[in-house]
Structures are given as structure tokens and as C-alpha cells.
């Protein structure tokens, strides 16, 4: 290693950026190493995607709602910066998937639409009695020979048939990405699903011990009983907010925007649109696949971000005071199912799930919008938008009065979707990075998961590894 101090730079302070600043900032404390470290954030404010509103005693998130608490990163993360005691674990609630307009419940025992015990579906009226019988093939249906990548559809149409496929898995799991079931990668989206079919043959058999084997979440004795979600008590923007603050701010630049990055021998240029050029040893980009293109289009590696489609989405957060509505189903999470004839894709009573976030004699709705093949509604105005989520919902539940307020977000371009051969892009693109520009990382919702925890443990992993490049 030489004497001269080496230089880091973060692009995009979400929380994949903020992820790696953070872990870069302990190591280099930790071991007292000569590395300077800098994270530029083209909008003013740190978080990206993840933004908490406080209103009229209610509190909600504009982005994602909160995170998976078996994945362990993120409450890693919150404990680190000293957020441990705000964690709150989610209520559980009655869910229903909208078939055909019609609500059904969630049979129990479903994990991830899989069906771990028989009863709820031998009885659920989700599927005819032919679409049961095709589903029990699984027991049957030998697993796949090879490993190789394909769609969601085309893995859980063979194991379950059609009617299981569009009338449960798809609602739920394309739901996560607003994609399409038969584009999405299973080895890049659900690739458990693949491991449990390879071990067990059955999915069935496989999600029930599995189930067994690993708890639904993390720590039980931390959290609620069986809450599948976390957030923080004052919102997911405290977890931003925490890990800016153990940062030193010396280390921020708000509102600059990356515009080109050059490899020049062993260094980087990276200019700016303040018209200022900095340089950098290694540099670690994490803003969405398309920035990242844009900012590297002088280098064919980042040709193939260029064809990865993202999605559009909105989100609609609507306040009713309680004695506004009349609901019959009790719902606390409904998921539409592409068959039916609403717009909205998604439903979630936020009164019930975070009881803390609403306050007393009030119901806070959040509905989604848009998915591959249906995104023009994102495009409307606010008012066009809530209208066709408030006739959606009148077709769910009495609603007599006007709500307090809704609250629209569109989300353009904002879901990236894994599509079928995105790990093996992947894998090409790295291997030509290290040849070509070694140094420089790509990380964040675009690539190797789009969950809050993916992205924290993708910011600790290239942290760990520009701190070794400009080491050696
Ligand atoms: P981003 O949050 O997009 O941050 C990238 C940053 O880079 C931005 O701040 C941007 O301004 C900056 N940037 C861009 N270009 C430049 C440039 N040229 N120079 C400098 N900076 C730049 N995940 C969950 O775990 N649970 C959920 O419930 C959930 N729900 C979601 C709901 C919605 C509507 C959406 C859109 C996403 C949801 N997600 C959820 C996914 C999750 O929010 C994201 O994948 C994650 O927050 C992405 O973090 P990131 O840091 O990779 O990217």
C-alpha cells in the first residue's frame, strides 16, 4: 500500500448509499485507515425512495411501508446507530385476495402463496375443484433437472397449474416487485422456492419444513409474536435519519447530482453538475440502474442496464374518521389479483397494521397502483387517481363520508424488474467491472434485491470490498 490517503465516493444517499457510507466510516475508524470518504446526494435530503409523512397526528410512508424482519440487515443496522428500542413489529390482521371480484380469505398456512397445510385449501373457494386437483400434483410432479433460470410463471404454472398461480401466487409475490409472474426470475426473485423443490421435490412438502426449520423472523423475544414486518416508531425516514447522524457530516454533499464518471489510469473522474471534477481511488455507485447507465454510458459493461425495465407505481394513502366507513370484511391486507376488475393492486388497513402511526377513532388506508402492463394510471392527476381508488374501494366497503385527506406519490420507473437472466447479467457485468474497472461497484434495489434489508447488507458488502481495492 502506498502513503498517499485514498478516496472513496458514494453515489446516492438512500439507504443503500447511506448502508455503505456508514460500514465504510467504522471500518476506516476502526482500523484507523488512511481513506478519505465522500457521499453525494443529488436531491437535498438523504433516504431516496424511503420517506416518512407526519400529518394531523398520522404517520405514513410515501414509499415502502416497512421491512421483512426475518431479513436481519436493516435491524442490524437500527440497532448499530443506537435505534434498537424503536423497532415495532407489525399487528397481524385477517388477508384476502381479490379473485375475479370477489374477496376470499387467505388460507391459512399459506407461506408466500405456497400451501403448507391442507385443509384451508382443500376448503378455500380460491380455486375450483379442478384447479385443487391440479394443485395437489405437486406432490407428484418430479422436480425440475436443471437449475437454470426461468420465470416465476413458469415454474409455479408446472408445479400448481394455472388457477393457483393466477389466483394466489401471482397477487402475492408479483405484488412485492409490480411485476409480471411469467417475465420475473426465479432465481433472482424467489430463489428459496428452487432450493425447496430441489431438496424436497414437492414445494409443498418443502415450504412446510422449511417453515419448521427457520422461525419467521429473527428474534422472538424482541418483537410481536409472529410480526412478519418491522418499522421504526417515528417511521422508516428515522432509520435515514440515524445513520446520518452517526456520519460525519463533513462527509455529505446534498444536492449535487453525478452527471459522468471517466476511468482515468487508476483513478476515477467523476464530474459534477456544479461543474466541478473530483477524483476518487474507488467508487461505488447506488443510485437506480438507469442513473447509473447514464453516468457510465461511455463503457459497453453497462449496456444491459439499459434494457432492464422498471416499473411505475403510485401510492394512496387515504384518512377517514371511523365512523366514515362500514367494514364488513375486516380486512387488514387485500391483494387484487390480475382477473379482477379494480385498479388497484393492493390494499392495507395502516390503523390495524401500525396501530401507534394512527391516531384513536381513525382508519388510514394505503392502496397501490400500477404494474407491468398497467401503469397508465400512474400518469393521471391526484384527483383522477384517488377517485378510481375511492370507486375500488366503495366496491369493498360502505363509505359514507368524505375522508380528512389522501395523500397521492407516484413512483416513476421506481420498481426495477429482475427479469428472467438478470443473475447471469449480473455475473457478466462484475467480471468485466473487475477486468475493466476495478474499483468501481454497483449496488442497490437494482441488482441483488430490492428489499430495505438487501439493500443495507448489498451497502455493507461493497463497503468491504472498496476498503480492501484501496488497500492492496
Ligand atoms: P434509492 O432509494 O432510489 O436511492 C438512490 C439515491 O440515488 C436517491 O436518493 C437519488 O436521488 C440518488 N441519485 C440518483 N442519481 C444520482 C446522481 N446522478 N448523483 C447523485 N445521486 C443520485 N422495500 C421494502 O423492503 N419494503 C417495502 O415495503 C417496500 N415498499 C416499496 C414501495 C414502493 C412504492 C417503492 C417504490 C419501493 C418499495 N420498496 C420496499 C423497495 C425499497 O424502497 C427500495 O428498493 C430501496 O429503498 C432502494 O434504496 P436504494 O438506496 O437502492 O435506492
Not at 383522477?384 to 374501494?393: A, T
Request: proline residues 4%; charged residues 25%; contains cysteine.
Amino acid at each position: 500500500m502506498t502513503d498517499r490517503r485514498k478516496k472513496v465516493v458514494i453515489i446516492g444517499g438512500g439507504i443503500t448509499g447511506l448502508s455503505a457510507a456508514y460500514y465504510l466510516q467504522k471500518k476506516i475508524k476502526d482500523h484507523q485507515l488512511p481513506i478519505d470518504l465522500q457521499l453525494i446526494e443529488a436531491t437535498h435530503r438523504l433516504g431516496g425512495k424511503i420517506q416518512t409523512v407526519k400529518r394531523d397526528g398520522y404517520l405514513f410512508e410515501k414509499g415502502p411501508d416497512s421491512f421483512l424482519a426475518r431479513k436481519l440487515a436493516a435491524t442490524k443496522l437500527a440497532k448499530e446507530v443506537g435505534l434498537g428500542r424503536e423497532l415495532v413489529g407489525n399487528e397481524k390482521g385477517k388477508s384476502y385476495i381479490l379473485v375475479k371480484d370477489t374477496p376470499h380469505a387467505l388460507p391459512d398456512g399459506a407461506v408466500m402463496g405456497i400451501p403448507t397445510k391442507l385443509s384451508p385449501f382443500i376448503t378455500t373457494g380460491l380455486f375450483s375443484p379442478v384447479g385443487k386437483l391440479r394443485a395437489a400434483a405437486d406432490f407428484f410432479i418430479p422436480k425440475t433437472k436443471n437449475q437454470d433460470d426461468r420465470s416465476l410463471g413458469v415454474f409455479f404454472r408446472r408445479r400448481f397449474g394455472d388457477e393457483v398461480v393466477e389466483n394466489l401466487i401471482e397477487p402475492l409475490l408479483s405484488g412485492i416487485y409490480a411485476g409480471d409472474v411469467d417475465r420475473l426470475s426465479l432465481r433472482s426473485t424467489f430463489p428459496q422456492f428452487l432450493h425447496a423443490e430441489h431438496k424436497y421435490r414437492s414445494l409443498i412438502v418443502g415450504m412446510k419444513k422449511l417453515k419448521e426449520i427457520h422461525p419467521q423472523h429473527g428474534d422472538d423475544s424482541e418483537f410481536k409474536k409472529n410480526s412478519v414486518f418491522l418499522t421504526l416508531k417515528e417511521g422508516l425516514q428515522s432509520l435515514v435519519d440515524g445513520v446520518e447522524k452517526a456520519i460525519d457530516p463533513d462527509i455529505i454533499t446534498k444536492g449535487i447530482k453525478v452527471e459522468k464518471i471517466y476511468k482515468e489510469d487508476t483513478t476515477y473522474e467523476l464530474s459534477l453538475n456544479s461543474g466541478k471534477v473530483i477524483k476518487a481511488d474507488s467508487v461505488i455507485v447506488t443510485s437506480p440502474h438507469a442513473a447509473a447507465q447514464s453516468m457510465l454510458s461511455e463503457y459497453k459493461i453497462f449496456e444491459p442496464l439499459k434494457h432492464m425495465p422498471s416499473t411505475s407505481v403510485a401510492t394512496v394513502v387515504i384518512a377517514f374518521a371511523q365512523e366514515a366507513l362500514q367494514d364488513n370484511l375486516d380486512a387488514m391486507n387485500i391483494a387484487v389479483s390480475r382477473n379482477s376488475d379494480y385498479t388497484i393492486t393492493a390494499c392495507t388497513w395502516l390503523n390495524k397494521k401500525w396501530p401507534h402511526a394512527v391516531p384513536e377513532g381513525k382508519v388510514l388506508l394505503r392502496c397501490l397502483v400500477g404494474r407491468t402492463g398497467d401503469e397508465a394510471v400512474v400518469d393521471q392527476p391526484d384527483d383522477e387517481i384517488f377517485k378510481i381508488v375511492l370507486e375500488d374501494l366503495k366496491k369493498l366497503i360502505t363509505i359514507s363520508a368524505e375522508p380528512e385527506f389522501y395523500a397521492v406519490t407516484r413512483w416513476k420507473q421506481s420498481m426495477p424488474q429482475y427479469t428472467v437472466g438478470h443473475h447471469d447479467m449480473l455475473d457478466t457485468m462484475n467480471e468485466q467491472l473487475e477486468k475493466e474497472l476495478a474499483g468501481l461497484y454497483v449496488a442497490g434495489s437494482s441488482y441483488e434485491g430490492l428489499g430495505i434489508p438487501e439493500c443495507v447488507e448489498q451497502g455493507e458488502d461493497v463497503a468491504k470490498k472498496a476498503v480492501k481495492y484501496v488497500q492492496q
